[in-house]
């Protein structure tokens, strides 16, 4: 069974008995996430970080006490690793309920492993060099040590695995749109009113080119470990053995998680760079709630029509009702997602003197974010999928706006030093209606060249685009 599934089966939860949505009513948008942000996500971190931290310590072969290990107790160390199972985390669980604390439960469940396989098979030498070993698990370590790296590690895999893939199938829908609609003509509203000409895929193309800027910094943002002890010092590592350079091999073992080494810290790692994630994280998300809000203006507009789904109910009372609600549902979860995530990168990086516990309460709710931020992702997916354009309601739309033509006129009539054309065309067209006749009649009284006239009359609100499609194209 793999790990989703004896999730989901070990579960006591249900989608109406659960506190939070995240687990609840949309469990089924996060439950790709559950591998990394639970418990047992933290637990099998814990589990990889103690193991390779032994691993290390025998295979640098500079502790007399700790020799390197042979192929087969590595491999047997290895299948603790990765086999680790929600029913080892439930023994955990059982551990803690004793000790009363997270990490020491993890440690005396490796050494508890350990020693199983050692009285499992007395004659197999790899699993006696193990049992040997074993007061070298979780050596030197403060808790922190093991948290840092592993919190690392859930988001890092996490960012990879799942987070980036959705927010890249978002972009990528957003690029087929922009693509396909390059040279559809679209009336802009500058303060809701009638404004220059757009077409629908360069709006469209805007919202991809911010998105991709933020996508950068949320990838490349830095996942930054410590692994130094009780207050950044390698204090008890030297205690123990004062001839080696533990900040060396600290590095080392840092790098070698695929995480970058920091080298300055207290008991905790401050969480700069996470900060650095979640702010990187919700800038994304406050685009995409301007993306949210702007295709619910155009639906309202009638730019958009939504796809009818057979069964499905607009409103209680009002048959007839569309509404916009996968929209509606991703700009809230985006405003959740971006109160945890500023609250996050806000809290985190402070911590009282070398350590407090208000960091690790406020990490354990780092999958609530995450959860939803997946389920505002899944809302705008669909929606954005449900949308079609309606080129009649932007061609009505346009024709009914002949004084956005007001601007390219009184521009061609300053290069032929026109007097006072801005408040020729103001008086003309501000407040007043002005149709294709009245425009094409004002721009023929013009003292202006007949090529210039020409282009000017036959101009139209939908021509007026400027290099919209080029720039829509290019995205």
């Not at 501000?430 to 101009?459: C, H, Q, W, Y």
Request: hydrophobic share 45%; with cysteine.
């Amino acid at each position: 069974m793999d790990v989703l599934a004896a999730l989901k089966k070990t579960d006591v939860l249900s989608g109406l008995t659960a506190i939070s949505p995240v687990d609840g009513r949309y469990g089924d948008k996060t439950l790709s996430l559950r591998e990394h942000f639970s418990e047992y996500g933290l637990q099998k971190r814990r589990v990889l970080v103690e193991v390779r931290w032994l691993q290390m310590l025998a295979a640098s072969g500079q502790l007399p006490q700790l020799k390197p290990f042979s192929p087969k107790a590595i491999a047997a160390l290895d299948e603790l690793a990765s086999s680790y199972s929600v029913s080892d985390g439930e023994r955990v669980k059982e551990i803690e309920r004793t000790t009363n604390h997270d990490v020491k439960a993890i440690e005396y469940f490796l050494k508890e492993r350990v020693a199983a396989l050692a009285a499992a098979s007395p004659s197999e030498a790899a699993y006696g060099e193990l049992q040997a070993a074993s007061e070298f698990i979780h050596f030197a370590c403060t808790s922190e040590d093991i948290n840092n790296l592993s919190y690392a590690l859930m988001i890092k895999d996490a960012n990879e695995r799942v987070m980036l893939p959705a927010a890249d199938a978002i972009i990528a829908k957003l690029v087929e749109i922009a693509h396909e609609h390059a040279a559809v003509p679209m009336l802009c509203r500058t303060h809701g009113q009638t404004a220059t000409p757009s077409t629908v895929g360069k709006e469209i193309a805007n919202v991809v080119h911010r998105l991709r800027r933020q996508r950068a910094c949320w990838a490349s943002a830095p996942q930054l470990g410590k692994i130094a002890g009780a207050t950044g010092n390698y204090n008890a590592h030297l205690a123990a053995y004062p001839a080696l350079d533990w900040a060396a091999l600290a590095g080392d073992f840092v790098r070698g998680l695929g995480l970058e080494h920091n080298t300055h810290v207290t008991q905790i790692e401050p969480h700069d760079g996470i900060a650095e994630l979640f702010d990187a994280q919700a800038r994304f998300n406050t685009i995409l709630v301007d993306l949210c809000r702007d295709m619910w203006g155009y639906i309202s507009l009638g730019y958009f029509k939504q796809r009818v789904i057979a069964g499905e109910v607009g409103s209680s009372t009002m048959p007839h009702k569309v509404n916009p609600i996968d929209f509606e549902n991703a700009e809230g979860n985006l405003g959740v997602a971006n109160a945890l995530l500023h609250h996050f990168s806000a809290k985190l990086p402070i911590s009282r003197w070398q350590r407090d516990l208000t960091d690790s309460t406020v990490m354990r709710a780092v999958g609530v974010a995450a959860g939803h931020m997946m389920i505002a992702y899944s809302a705008l997916s669909k929606g954005l999928s449900k949308v079609s354009v309606s080129e009649n309601a932007l061609a009505k739309d346009l024709d009914r706006a002949w004084e956005v033509l007001a601007e390219p006129v009184q521009t061609v009539m300053r290069v032929h030093g026109i007097e006072k054309p801005y408040e020729k065309l103001k008086e003309l067209t501000r407040g007043k209606t002005i149709d294709a006749e009245s425009m094409r009649d004002f721009v023929n009284t013009l003292d202006i060249p007949s090529d210039d006239k020409a282009r000017l009359v036959a101009l139209s609100p939908s021509t007026y685009i400027g290099i919209a499609a080029e720039l829509a194209r290019q995205i």
